[in-house]
Each structure stands twice: as C-alpha cells, then as structure tokens.
Nanobody, 124 residues
Framework: QVQLVESGGGSVQAGRSLRLSCKAS??????MGWFRQTPGKEREGVAA???????YYADSVKGRFTITQDGDWKTMALQMNNLKPEDSAMYYC????????????????????WGQGTQVTVTS
C-alpha cells in the first residue's frame, strides 16, 4: 500500500503563487497526478505526469501550473502561478494511475492511491 502526503496548501490573493508537494511512501508504477474538488462539484483532474516526464494539464490551468517529479518517482510537486479564485479547492495527490493519454491521466478513476488533500484558497 502506498501512502501519499500532501503539503503546501494555504490562502493567497489572486495573482500569487503556491507550490504543493506530495511525498509517497513507496514507488508505484504509472501516472502521478493532482486533482481538486470543491463541495458540490465533481473531482477535476488538474495535472498528471508519467515517465519519462510526459505531462498533461487541464485546459483551465495550462500555462499557469507546472507538475514535476523527482527522479525516484516518490516526490511530486505542483507549482501554481497566477492563481485565480476559481482555483480554490481541496487538492489531492494521486498515484498508480493507469491507461494512456490525457483522458486517462486526468481521470481519477484510473488511480489506485490517494492522499488526504490540502486546501487551497484564493481570494480576490
């Protein structure tokens, strides 16, 4: 069983940046990704990464967010720039994603392991 722990959430003003980190207790094959969810809405795939550094982004964050991972495939980060109020959500780290292509990479149903989440709040 792989355990994931997120950190780095917080409250910032619109236009500012935040960096989320995710640390895994062990290696897991497949995608690692970030998802977000607000109350009453479906979970949304934000970004995903696959060896050797293939990345996918939701259209709403492309150009503002960057996903990276360390070479050991146990630490992942999400750099979020130019944050907007609509980016406010609980952000979850996920690992063990299967499939291929953007649709699978950003589909939470394809992932086996999840963190507890970290809250991001962006004020206008």
């Amino acid at each position: 069983q792989v355990q994931l722990v997120e950190s780095g959430g917080g409250s910032v003003q619109a236009g500012r940046s935040l960096r989320l980190s995710c640390k895994a207790s062990a290696y897991s094959a497949g995608y690692m990704g970030w998802f977000r969810q607000t109350p009453g809405k479906e979970r949304e795939g934000v970004a995903a990464i696959y060896r050797p550094g293939i990345t996918y982004y939701a259209d709403s964050v492309k150009g503002r967010f960057t996903i990276t991972q360390d070479g050991d495939w146990k630490t992942m980060a999400l750099q979020m720039n130019n944050l907007k109020p609509e980016d406010s959500a609980m952000y979850y780290c996920a690992a063990g994603g299967s499939g291929s292509g953007k649709r699978s990479a950003l589909d939470g149903m394809k992932y086996n392991y999840w963190g507890q989440g970290t809250q991001v709040t962006v004020t206008s």
